[in-house]
């Protein structure tokens, strides 16, 4: 009864993170993407402009998005599938940072990929987001909200990484990338014997007889850091595309 409890549980995870996956927004092409227009067009070119000169001074890649909102998911969560899906970051060193902004909940988070949790602690997150956001944005200053929140992510990465012109090598092996593939395999292999063995568990398989969005979605994210869907770098910064950077739960967040 145990396993068969554990297996619909996780059976009823992978389907509603499907549903989740869809959510996210295709892959931006700027480090500052304002889907409500809350930023001017000058604003928005001025965060780009810095953002985008550290990025290629460092190749640490902070990006900024504001939604109208997340709907009825957590913050911290949905913003973590947004910089995996996008792949902020370089894959090598997965030194992305996104600072999502939910206007119409009054939430932001701040989230960081592998290799920047070091630099910017849960600890420091938090206060950037209580000193610079919380404030700014209190008074309806986003742009200063932001442009301070990201001074200060950018004084606290600058020394971690230095931009290299050669081609990063992929000698390494993603062995826990391996691992969560296999065990995910296993469940799902599972899950289907039981459904054909007349058992109740949710379905994650579609009518077609094709694995689920969620599935593909996850697997690739494992195993590529979602570098799929690159921008052809034409936009009103020089931004080319995010590096396929992963996230692992780093950040805080905050409302207002």
Not at 103 to 118: F, M, N, P, Q, S
Not at 143 to 159: Q, V
Request: hydrophobic share 40%; with cysteine; net charge negative.
């Amino acid at each position: 009864m145990k396993i068969k409890h554990f297996l619909s549980f996780v059976a009823f995870i992978l389907c509603n993170a499907c549903l989740f996956a869809q959510e996210i927004p295709a892959k931006s092409n700027t480090l500052v993407t304002d889907y409500t227009n809350t930023l001017t067009r000058d604003e928005a070119q001025q965060l780009e402009s810095k953002l985008v000169s550290f990025d290629d001074s460092t190749s640490t890649q902070i990006a900024v998005v504001i939604l109208k909102s997340v709907g009825g998911y957590d913050i911290k969560q949905y913003a973590d599938s947004l910089g995996r899906a996008w792949g902020i970051g370089q894959k090598d060193k997965n030194n992305g940072i996104l600072i999502l902004v939910a206007l119409d909940d009054h939430k932001v988070a701040i989230r960081t990929g592998y290799g920047a949790e070091a630099a910017v602690t849960d600890i420091a997150a938090n206060e950037i987001i209580k000193n610079d956001i919380i404030p700014n944005f209190k008074l309806g200053n986003y742009y200063d909200g932001l442009n301070a929140a990201t001074e200060d992510l950018m004084n606290y990465m600058k020394g971690e990484y230095h931009q290299t012109n050669t081609a990063a090598t992929n000698d390494g092996v993603n062995w826990w990338g391996i691992i969560i593939t296999l065990a995910i395999l296993a469940l799902v292999i599972l899950l289907i014997l039981k459904n054909k063995g007349g058992g109740g568990g949710r379905q994650i398989i579609d009518s077609r007889g094709s694995a689920s969005t969620f599935w593909w979605f996850s697997t690739s994210q494992i195993w590529s850091g979602s570098d799929s869907n690159s921008s052809d770098g034409s936009n009103s910064g020089d931004f080319g595309e995010f590096g396929g950077g992963d996230f692992g739960g780093g950040g805080s967040d905050g409302s207002w």
